[in-house]
C-alpha cells in the first residue's frame, strides 16, 4: 500500500502522560499536514510542513503539542501531559509541492486518542 | 476569515433518487471550494474541487456539484443514489495562503443515508 499510513491506529492513555503518533505520507510528496477531529465535527488544521520546514501552526497547537519532520520524510505528533480534552482523532494528509491551493489532500485512516 | 456551513446533519434518500448535500461558504477573494467523503474505518477521499470555469464539476463515484457564486454554494448531487454511497460528507473551502499551501478547512459534515 503506497497511501499515507498512521501509526498507532489507536492509543489509550491515562491522563497526564505522553503520547507521540506517527504519519509516513506518500513517498514523492513534500508536504505533510495534521488535523484534528473530534466527534460530530470536521477536521480541523494543526500543522503543516513542506520538507522539514513547519511553516503553518493553528492557534488549535497548545504549547503541549509538538510536530516534527526532521528528514522531510515521516513526521510525529507529540502531545504532552495529555488532557481528556484531546481525545480525538488526529489525521495526517499529505500532497505534492505542485497544484498549489487547488491540489488534492491524501489523508491517513488516522490514530484514534482515548485520554482517561 | 473563511468558513463552510453544512446545514444538515443527516441526509435520508431512496435508492436510486437523485441526491443533494448543501454547502455554502465564506472566504475572501476566489474559493476554492472541495468535497471529501469518509466511509466507516476509512480515510478522507477527495470526491471533486471547483477551482475555476464551469460551475458544474464531475468528480468521482458519479458524483458533481455545482458552484453558484451569488449564492456561495456548492451543493453536492448525485443523480442516483447507491447504498454504497452512504457516508460522510465533507464541504471544504481553500484559504489564500502566501505559501501557497493547499490546507483545507472543513465543514462539520453531513451523514448520507441511501435506504434500500
Known amino acids: 500500500d503506497t497511501g499515507v499510513s498512521q501509526d498507532p491506529r489507536h492509543k489509550i492513555t491515562k491522563r497526564g502522560q505522553n503520547v507521540t503518533f506517527r504519519c509516513d505520507p506518500i513517498s514523492e510528496h513534500n508536504r505533510l499536514y495534521w488535523y484534528r477531529q473530534t466527534l460530530g465535527q470536521g477536521p480541523e488544521f494543526l500543522t503543516y510542513f513542506q520538507n522539514e520546514a513547519q511553516l503553518e501552526k493553528s492557534r488549535l497547537l497548545s504549547d503541549r503539542f509538538s510536530a516534527e519532520r526532521p528528514k522531510g520524510s515521516f513526521s510525529t505528533l507529540e502531545i504532552q501531559r495529555t488532557e481528556q480534552g484531546d481525545s480525538a482523532m488526529y489525521l495526517c494528509?499529505?500532497?505534492?509541492?505542485?497544484?498549489?491551493?487547488?491540489?488534492?489532500?491524501?489523508f491517513g485512516e488516522g490514530s484514534r486518542l482515548t485520554v482517561l | 476569515a473563511q468558513s463552510v456551513a453544512q446545514p444538515e446533519d443527516q441526509v435520508n434518500v431512496a435508492e436510486g433518487n437523485p441526491l443533494t448535500v448543501k454547502c455554502t461558504y465564506s472566504v475572501s477573494g476566489n474559493p476554492y471550494l472541495f468535497w471529501y467523503v469518509q466511509y466507516p474505518n476509512r480515510g478522507l477521499q477527495f470526491l471533486l474541487k471547483?477551482?475555476?470555469?464551469?460551475?458544474l464539476v464531475k468528480g468521482s463515484y458519479g458524483f458533481e456539484a455545482e458552484f453558484n457564486k451569488s449564492q456561495t454554494s456548492f451543493h453536492l448531487k448525485k443523480p442516483s443514489a447507491l447504498v454504497s454511497d452512504s457516508a460522510l460528507y465533507f464541504c471544504?473551502?481553500?484559504?489564500?495562503?502566501?505559501?501557497?499551501?493547499?490546507?483545507?478547512?472543513f465543514g462539520t459534515g453531513t451523514r448520507l443515508t441511501v435506504i434500500p
Open positions: 471544504a473551502v481553500s484559504p489564500f495562503d502566501q505559501t501557497g499551501a493547499n490546507n483545507l478547512f
Open positions: 471547483y477551482i475555476t470555469g464551469d460551475n
Open positions: 494528509a499529505s500532497s505534492p509541492g505542485t497544484g498549489g491551493r487547488g491540489g488534492e489532500l491524501f
